[in-house]
């Protein structure tokens, strides 16, 4: 790894970056908890039968910030500069509201009484505008103590612009001081090399990767690597030492009998849960649809489940009746068939819920890959025949490439991450995606439409 100099100081980026960033989290957190000994001290202990005191707040204040710390790295909001600041507000606020919430039970069995959360919530209030202030501070400190890394990118013309406008989001953290095509002689590579602090690769040819990977290693500069399917497959192997020669040996499937058990239990207890607790929302949502645009109220379509099942997946109508007349195809940006309450039930996700009797009858699961249509994973079969992987398991209304993608996500980088999801998958995995999807419902971008494409998504 190259050198990065602070204040004239010679330290390793990645080692520092990761301390700083450790380090504002902590200070943080701790912050937080100070509000809650504030308030609980001055709101709560004297009205407790028996009141804390030293040693039962230094149990309070650990219970909490440990509990305060879980929600954040589950919702990953402890990463500073990593990430676009907005996005660390919304995962650490979410955290919080998680955390408050956990927390409220135990103190009242504390207080042995349930107790009046007003001031609780003026001091969830005041903690969300310390996470703003904190996060834009912070974002501020890191980008000034650390500049971009220099980065070389390399693939072929169309690759190269769809990552550079990706990359334009994050022009603190990256900056792309060279370009070069994946034909380009090694020669030219060696010399661009060599003048930057990372790679970003993103090609087929193998012997191309080997070589830069290599080279990279040698020189300790960073190595951005765009998967293939192979990748992926090989990243979920573990070693094995049966003889003088290192074998690496892949899962053939990586989610066994007793996950799969456990999976479907989880999935029929919290899609019964939903229902119940959302079904007045649906009530409401349904006669809004109605008077809106008058119709059915479900849009049903068929999509495909595990080993190519073909099911009639149900949500809630966003656009008028007649938005498929034309044929197929996905919403886009500002779509003039989508109603004016189905933009509504399309930015709160409420239009998805209704898939949670899919979950119950078996057809989805609450993680898995989106199910796609018969007609669109066709089409998609036919430059990635890879695509059909990802029926090994049942789909899902949230997943990997819903966290992290967005709508016009390519179906290339679904895959991947769906594919990555089924590799890699444990329950924790599972609970991590199902937290993540909660603050993927305040993030506009997730929910944009695409400028072409093929079903009402």
Not at 19 to 27: D, E, P, T
Not at 293 to 319: A, C, H, N, S, Y
Not at 409 to 427: A, Q, V
Request: a positive charge; glycine letters at 4%.
């Amino acid at each position: 790894m190259k050198k990065f100099t602070l204040r004239g100081i010679a330290l390793n980026r990645s080692h520092l970056c990761n301390a700083v960033q450790r380090l504002m989290l902590y200070v943080e957190l701790s912050i937080q908890t100070l509000l809650l000994i504030f308030f609980w001290n001055h709101f709560y202990n004297a009205s407790m039968p028996v009141p804390i005191y030293y040693r039962g707040y230094y149990a309070l204040a650990l219970f909490y910030w440990a509990l305060l710390f879980i929600c954040t790295k589950a919702l990953k909001g402890r990463d500073i500069g990593d990430v676009r600041v907005f996005d660390t507000i919304v995962s650490q606020s979410v955290a919080l509201l998680l955390g408050n919430v956990a927390s409220y039970f135990p103190l009242c069995l504390l207080s042995y009484r349930v107790l009046n959360p007003s001031w609780l919530l003026v001091m969830t209030l005041l903690q969300t505008v310390l996470i703003v202030l904190w996060c834009f501070l912070c974002n501020r400190l890191f980008f000034y103590l650390f500049r971009p890394l220099e980065l070389l990118l390399i693939g072929d013309e169309e690759r190269r612009r769809m990552l550079r406008k990706k990359l334009s989001r994050y022009w603190q953290r990256y900056h792309i001081c060279a370009e070069l095509p994946d034909t380009a002689s090694r020669e030219e590579i060696f010399m661009a090399l060599h003048n930057c602090h990372a790679v970003l690769l993103d090609s087929p040819d193998r012997s191309l990767r080997d070589w830069i990977g290599q080279e990279c290693f040698r020189c300790n500069l960073f190595l951005f690597l765009v998967p293939d399917v192979q990748d992926v497959i090989l990243h979920s192997s573990r070693r094995l030492h049966l003889i003088d020669t290192p074998f690496l040996q892949t899962n053939s499937h990586r989610i066994t009998a007793s996950d799969l058990v456990v999976k479907r239990l989880i999935d029929i207890f919290f899609s019964s849960l939903g229902l119940l607790v959302i079904s007045p929302f649906l009530l409401l949502a349904a006669l809004a649809i109605v008077l809106d645009d008058p119709g059915p109220v479900f849009f049903r379509q068929e999509r495909l489940t595990k080993d190519g099942r073909v099911f009639k997946v149900i949500k809630l109508r966003t656009m008028v009746t007649d938005a498929e007349k034309n044929g197929q195809k996905l919403a886009e940006k500002d779509d003039p068939r989508i109603t004016r309450v189905g933009r509504i039930l399309r930015k709160t996700r409420l239009d998805e819920f209704p898939q949670l009797w899919n979950v119950l009858v078996g057809d989805m699961s609450l993680v898995g890959p989106r199910p796609e249509c018969p007609a669109l994973a066709e089409e998609y079969e036919k430059d990635l025949p890879e695509f059909r992987y990802r029926l090994k398991v049942r789909a899902g209304i949230t997943g990997m490439a819903q966290v992290y993608g967005n709508y016009d996500t390519s179906p290339r980088d679904k895959l991947l991450m769906d594919l990555m999801y089924i590799e890699e998958y444990t329950f924790s995995l599972d609970i991590t995606l199902l937290l993540l999807t909660v603050r993927t419902l305040f993030l506009t971008e997730k929910t944009e439409g695409v400028d072409t494409s093929e079903e009402e998504a």
